[in-house]
């Protein structure tokens, strides 16, 4: 698995289990970076001078290994500045482009982060849409009956989360995305806990648009990246404009450029791209699959560990990308947490961002534990014995 001195925030006796938050950086994201800043820090796409020209190659490049890196085209990656960023992006662009009247439907999933369900929902109070919720299942999922069922000839978007930041679970994404076609929706899938865990296919998934944050799969924070389906890029109108967005500009109107950079309104997050790229990189090294199968035994391992602390209501889906959730009756999770923070322990404790599944699961939300490649069954025990002080401090 990734080699845990290659993360230098990961000092002795620091326990981090707070990847679905975000991930740790390894020293090569740390260093392309600073290379950028010391040695050809230039605006890129905007000028001839060397620094500039390197600038601007190095993020195309970043671009073409991301288009490999999610199998999608080149022309079909759009920076941003992350996950949320990118839901906004697409939600200004559907609305200022799909023809959405009046009693037509959004559907999304209970397992939904509010970086998609938020923005879908004010979308749909701005224009009297439906919104409907699909609900998830006692195991966590959402099945493919229940999403059928929401369905309906009106619906105009669909938003899947690939994978849930609460219970973990993965969705099958490819089989919804092809049933929400057939009725004529846009289909947007959330892919931040995925990316850098298992592998993507924008291509196979068949979404119209799919986005991740860099800083979830040991990229920097403040980066991200849209997929984009060639076809809505050519047909859409980007709802911002501004600088690196033009062919051409007069006082009377715009015209935008007919590709991709028409939604990259603005200077890029330079330093970030190239972080990401390198992080890519690093990720690609580590043999495909095996992330997954790390954080695949490590959840079965914590599993088996909570499975003998009777009084720990345990959340957590089948096919796992590395999350699981739990609560403690008459105990507040932040309660909890704060334990856990006395023994060196980073967990997310509340309502995790998906506040309708989280609420769900107990009143006051819950507890998450999350790993990644450089996390170690140690780190899960050292968390039963934060917890073994949670059940002894409050008498349990
Ligand atoms: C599933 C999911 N979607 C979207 C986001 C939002 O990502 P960001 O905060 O990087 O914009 C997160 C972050 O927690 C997430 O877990």
Redesign the pocket.
Known sequence: MFTRSHFPSLQEGYIYLDS??TSLTPQVVIDAMDTYYKDYRASSHRAMYASAVRATKEVEKVRVDIAHFIDAQEEEVIFTS????AAQLLVATLEHNLKLQEGDEIVVTELD?H?TFVPLQMLAQRKKMKLTVVPADEKFRVTEEAFAKCITPRTKIVSL?HAS?VTGTIIPVERYAALAHENGAFVII?A??TAGHITLSFKKLGADALFF?G??MCGPTGV?VLALKQKWIERCIPPYGGGGTVHSVDAEKTIFLPHKSKFEAGTLPIAEIIGLGKAVAYIQGISPGSIQAHSTELVAYALSCLGQKPWVSVYVGEDNVGVVSFSIAGVHPHDIAHIFAEHSIAVRAGFQ?AELISRKLSSSGVVRISVYGYTTKEDIDACMRALDSVQKTFSI
Request: hydrophobic residues 30%.
């Open positions: 679905a938050s992350g996950s949320t960023a982060h970086a989360i930041n959330d931040a806990q944050s800083h979830k991200g961002c």
